[in-house]
């Protein structure tokens, strides 16, 4: 079995084996571990010397009795069919009659002078780093040394490219968003801003019709029926009072007229609420509704109570108008007057 697996020289001062462990995942561990397990196949007690430390943990695990249940199969262990392997020798041999230590690897007289290893152990180890690198090497066909030295330099070579390029995305990604988000910030500053990018563009100066220039807006009497809809039936009243108090001025093309923002923001200071479907004594736990659904909602329960309610002067006087410093639907002129 031994010839099967190693070659064998007979040496002065004991017996030297070295072999090729083929497979692209030729380790130096599953090197240690390859020439323990053919040592772990003679017929008599054997103490096994060397240097690699993973090798020696996991071995004397094994030998121990610690590792027999392992978490993973050996099948899904780094090096499995080896350890399987090794695993069932020892069974077979009696964990009694194998022994394993780590010895210090290319050691020096001052790891002897410290106790870090011996003599003995030091000539041992350079002799079978010695074997390995004259024969060892010389066991694999012709060329398979340079065919792998290639292969493992263009897999580093692929990596260092599939890092570069993921590196490439992310920057990109980032780039990506912070270009977005200042086009973003240019189109559309955060003020009242809602999911669709709007400009906010208000008139410098407020006009506002003096008293002896105002005239009264000619609303019908109070609205006895109201629509089905509870949010917009608690509002009716309210807007109702609201537009009938107002005093209007007819706007000039020089200046513009009122916005439904600033006829909301007036109706809130006289003491009108929008958002009284839910009072917040009873639901602290729900959100105050954004500006926009609030002035959509306004704009449209002013309409329905104009369309009903409202005499000729307050029709003409809230015919829509466009104006060159507004272009949002609150921005847009309601009126066409001051109040």
Excluded at 62 to 83: E, M, Y
Excluded at 188 to 197: H, N, S, T
Excluded at 295 to 323: E, H, M, N
Aim: proline content about 8%; some cysteine.
């Amino acid at each position: 079995m031994e010839d099967l697996l190693v070659n064998t020289n007979f040496a002065q001062d004991g017996l030297e084996g070295w072999g090729a462990v083929q497979g692209p995942k030729a380790s130096s561990t599953r090197s240690e571990l390859a020439g323990g397990c053919a040592a772990a196949l003679a017929p008599y007690p054997i103490h096994l010397g060397s240097d690699n430390l993973t090798f020696v943990r996991r071995a004397n695990l094994i030998i121990n009795g610690t590792l027999k249940n392992c978490v993973k199969p050996w099948q899904l262990c780094n090096d499995g069919d080896l350890w399987g392997l090794f695993a069932d020798l020892v069974m077979q041999r009696g964990p009694n009659s194998i022994r394993v230590t780590w010895v210090k690897g290319h050691s020096k007289q001052t790891h002897i002078d410290r106790g870090i290893t011996t003599p003995w152990r030091k000539r041992g180890n350079d002799r079978a780093d010695k074997i390995a690198s004259e024969k060892g090497h010389g066991a694999h066909p012709d060329g398979l040394h340079v065919l792998s030295e290639f292969l493992e330099e263009r897999h580093k070579m692929y990596v260092e490219l599939v890092h570069h390029i993921h590196k490439v995305i992310a920057q990109t990604f980032v780039e990506d968003q912070r270009l977005r988000k200042q086009a973003k910030d240019l189109k559309a500053p955060p003020l009242l801003q809602g999911r669709k990018d709007r400009r906010k563009l208000v008139a410098k100066l407020l006009f506002h019709p003096q008293p002896g220039d105002a005239i009264d807006l000619d609303m019908g009497p109070p609205p006895q029926a109201y629509p089905n809809n509870e949010q917009i039936h608690a509002l009716y009243p309210l807007i109702w009072c609201y537009l009938a108090t107002l005093k209007g001025q007819a706007a000039n093309p020089q200046q513009p007229g009122m916005t439904w923002l600033e006829l909301m923001m007036l109706y809130v200071i006289r003491g009108g609420i929008v958002d009284d479907a839910k009072k917040p004594s009873e639901h602290p736990a729900l959100p105050r509704p954004n500006i926009l659904p609030a002035i959509q909602l306004f704009k449209r329960v002013v309409k329905d109570v104009l369309a009903s309610y409202g005499g000729p002067i307050a029709q003409c006087f809230f015919k829509p108008g466009k104006t060159a410093t507004t272009d949002s639907n609150h921005g847009e002129s309601p009126t066409t007057c001051h109040v």
